[in-house]
């Protein structure tokens, strides 16, 4: 409940829906999101990375458009809480076995308090970046593909290319920022078919029809930057 008296539900799979005053979007979809449980432990550099990257001393990480929860769950320190602000309701039945759930549209004025969250991670996920530097109190983690993000296997099937302009757009949007630390990941994914064919599946390509993808070598190519308030 909050300060005016507004009461919110907490959802019988577990999260709270926040995202009262206009209608959400849908987000991924239950395929989307079983496929990128499947194969989310071939990202472990990334985890790995952003672990490292979130202090000790943190005691709330919200991750915005964070999911299943999957990263936030391996990344939080001991004693720490997790919060996944995400629209997918698949997504957060999940996230909500995890840590913290919440449905609300992280492009609209988060629910949370002005310097209210320790660290702000942003995994592949859209970037608001006046409501980050609102609600953060220490730094905000983003991880970005690449541009020769699982290149081989986006040449062979013709997907979707990493948009060029990226880090351009990810510096505009952190302005207000100091960039702390910059790390480039890169390493081999050995894809079966049925991994190839899930990987496609978890993200934007999915919206365009079912892909059948081959067994696969392709590079898993990541930017993890690190901007301190």
């Given at each position: 409940m909050c300060e005016r008296g507004h009461s919110f539900d907490v959802a019988r799979q577990g999260y709270v829906h926040l995202g009262a005053g206009r209608k959400l979007p849908e987000g991924d979809t239950a395929a989307m999101v079983e496929a990128r449980e499947a194969v989310l432990p071939l990202f472990a550099p990334l985890t790995e990375k952003l672990a490292q990257s979130v202090p000790t001393s943190a005691r709330l990480i919200v991750d915005l458009g964070g999911g299943t929860?999957?990263?936030?769950?391996?990344?939080?320190?001991?004693?720490?809480?997790?919060?996944?602000?995400?629209?997918?309701?698949?997504?957060?039945?999940?996230?909500?076995?995890?840590?913290?759930?919440?449905?609300?549209?992280?492009w609209g004025r988060l629910p949370l308090a002005d310097n209210g969250a320790d660290v702000v991670l942003n995994v592949f996920a859209p970037r608001n970046g006046p409501e980050m530097r609102r609600v953060v109190r220490d730094r905000v983690i983003v991880a970005?593909?690449?541009?020769?993000?699982?290149?081989?296997?986006?040449?062979?099937?013709?997907?979707?290319?990493?948009?060029?302009?990226?880090?351009?757009?990810?510096?505009?949007?952190m302005a207000g920022f100091e960039l702390a630390a910059d790390d480039r990941l890169e390493w081999t994914l050995d894809l079966d078919a049925t991994q190839a064919t899930q990987i496609i599946a978890m993200g934007p390509n999915a919206f365009h029809g079912p892909v059948q993808a081959p067994a696969s070598r392709t590079t898993a190519a990541v930017r993890v930057t690190t901007w301190r308030k």
């Open positions: 929860g999957y990263h936030l769950s391996h990344v939080l320190p001991a004693g720490a809480h997790g919060m996944v602000f995400d629209v997918s309701k698949p997504a957060l039945r999940r996230a909500a076995k995890r840590v913290g759930a919440v449905l609300a549209d992280t970005t593909p690449l541009p020769h993000h699982l290149a081989e296997l986006r040449a062979t099937l013709g997907l979707l290319a990493v948009d060029p302009s990226k880090e351009e757009r990810l510096a505009q949007t």
